[in-house]
């Protein structure tokens, strides 16, 4: 079953991707001012056959005053020997190496990060896969005794909350998750970056989705472990605790009186939804859509939290949710934004006709309206902001357009009431082509979008793969029904196409739907933004951004419009980045009292 892609891949992805600090993932890693030490201290040969011993020699060292260079020394050789140990001794190593600087990583975590810090990051890594390797007492709420070189360690674990807990998900530090070619923004503060992955018992669990909604966050969800260490008290154990928090909730943690900002990767969701829906929607979503269109759904990347506004992502043709990966994850990192708005992906696949895949989106939001509802009272709902790259742009503007009989008249010469076709098709053309501003849609923002088509669709290239998608039985299905009992009633401009068209059909400038749309105006209730590219050349209005002209993309009467030196990914360019982050600020500022 192709609904059961999202437990099966998660499986898969909680098995191997294993951090670059984990056993056999890396050398060594010793720096060069730690080997000299080793060198002067003839602990070379003792530092790979008994680590703990030679740490316990540099500790001695540095109790007799000389601590330049000790702790990054004993950090790095607790590392190297945690990584090649099983994971029962391997926890202690790891424990040691974090906290051989402790005092230096609370101090570089408040200001601008340090070597220290990095040592803590890796050392907690390799803690976290230690304990889940080993089965640790303190994942299932109880403590680890654990001995390490220098100290023996009580450690404790603490959840983020219930939705993920190390009995349902496991916990994989982003580093080893990230793509080094193509990183997306993140933040360096006190703890580490982890993505909680879903444990899948059964492959054929099916994830849960309710109406039009996926709950992804479920399945992957970016969270920061702090792994905090209290004073060596005489011969008691050191506490130690590694707890979880959530970043789009905090801010910053408390220890010892002091505050200190968290280390932040919102983008790693991304990377992991990424082998998710790109596989799904991407360029098979538009050449089998029949195959992927049950998968539609709009994806909750965080819980539904009253007083949060939603944030709704379309992407446009022959893409994926993570198309804005950029934007998200560097915009997010903003306080204001993340503590402010919850973000709601609409994933689809793009080779259905755009007025149709609209209706889709349409359910799915009012779905989400109606649960947001039931979890409180959530004045933020009624402030929904929408932004939509290409293709997606037109499927929002389906969404804030008051078409009346508009597109019915564009497809058809006679009314509904008129028309010799079964009721429940009826209805159903009826709830894709005569359709009402949806009443919480506040704002807009539409990237790249081509609201008089593109060429492309239209040249050689774009009828070739328009032939090559493969629409969806149940849509060849309604085309003929239509085509037998109401063909006669088609326009002239719509009979052209002979069935429904698909998605590329639907972008051709000459489209009776999409020329039709162009003549309605935005909800005047409704603030509306434009981002255009133009790939550098500062010609506009005679710009492109490559795929979609100027004289496309553009709209009168819009609150802004930003030009930026771009091709068609103007979300995920600097510029369009900025812009976008402005407006949504912007629209923060507005909706105060």
Known sequence: ???????????????????????????????PTTRQ??????????????????????????LAGNPEGIGTAIAEVALAAARKAPSGDAKGLFLCAAAANWPEVLEQAAGEGGSALELYDKAVEGLIDALQESRSAALLGGTDEIEGPLARYKLSWVDAGPEWTPATHAFRPTSGIRPKKNPLEDRQGLGTPVLAIERAEDEEDEPEREGGLFEIYTYYYP??????????????????????????????HEIAGNEYPLSIDIGAQFFALEQETDAIFAKKGVLKSGKYLSLTSLYLSEPLRPGKIPLVLTHGLASSPTTWAASVSEFMLDLTIRQSYQVWFFAYST?????????????????AMERLDEVGANPASDRVVMMGHSMGGLLTRMQVTDTGMTLWDAVFSEPPEEIDMPAEDVDKLTRILVVEP?????????????????????????????SLVRLPKETLDFSRRIALSAGDAFTDEAAEYKKVPD???????????????DTLPVDPHVSYHLLIGDRGKGDTPDSSDGAVPYWSSHLDGAASEKIVPSGHSTQQHSEGVEELRRILLLHLEEGEP
């Open 37 to 62: 030490l080793l060198r002067e201290r003839k602990l070379q040969k003792l530092a790979r056959k008994d680590a703990a011993e030679a740490i316990r020699q540099l500790d001695r060292w540095r």
């Open 351 to 367: 080779g259905v006709a755009f007025p149709y895949t609209a209706s889709l989106l349409r359910t799915s939001l009012l779905e």
């Open 503 to 517: 998605s590329v059909q639907t972008l051709q400038p000459k489209n009776p739907l999409l020329i039709a749309l």
């Open 1 to 31: 079953s192709a609904r059961r892609w999202i437990p099966i891949l998660a499986t898969g992805l909680a098995l191997a991707l294993m951090p670059s600090g984990s056993p056999a993932a890396e050398k060594d890693g010793m720096s």
């Open 223 to 252: 969270l920061t472990a702090v792994l905090e260490l209290s004073a060596a008290e005489g011969d008691q154990p050191r506490s130690a605790v590694v707890r979880l928090l959530d970043p789009r909730l905090t801010e910053s």
């Open 438 to 466: 949806l009443p919480f849609v506040e704002r807009v923002v539409f990237c790249s979008t081509p609201h008089r088509g593109s060429q492309w669709a239209a040249n050689s290239a774009g009828k070739l793969g328009a």
